[in-house]
């Protein structure tokens, strides 16, 4: 299994940008999807969340924002990031719990990245 993340890049503040993450491999089944991200000297920290039901969670501090979503269909997860902030400038990484074949626990994949620059 494969998390692919894209749509990272530079931008300046108040302006936007729309994240995207595809699951691809032997993937039976995807529970609850997310996007974490982690600034330089930080940890990372868990910025959305969406369920298998399409429910959805956020920091506090991009509630209003950030909008997170999903298409089960191609097995992708979104990012919509709006009013960008200096602050949001980061590594954004997206996670999904997964089922695959052969097994019948879901366990948690993550993928590589994409950095996200606001500039102020």
């Known amino acids: 299994v494969q998390l692919q993340a894209s749509g990272g890049g530079l931008v300046q503040a108040g302006g936007s940008l729309r994240l995207s993450c595809v699951a691809s491999?032997?993937?039976?089944?995807?529970?609850?999807m997310a996007w974490y991200r982690q600034a330089p000297g930080k940890q990372r920290e868990l910025v959305a969340t969406i369920s298998s039901g399409s429910t959805t969670d956020y920091t506090d501090s991009v509630k209003g924002r950030f909008t997170i979503s999903r298409d089960n269909a191609k097995n992708t997860v979104y990012l919509q990031m709006n009013s960008l902030k200096f602050e949001d400038t980061a590594v954004y990484y997206c996670s999904a719990q997964i089922l695959i074949w052969r097994r019948n626990y879901y366990s948690d994949y993550w993928g590589q990245g994409t950095q996200v620059t606001v500039s102020s």
């Open positions: 491999g032997n993937i039976r089944n995807i529970n609850a």
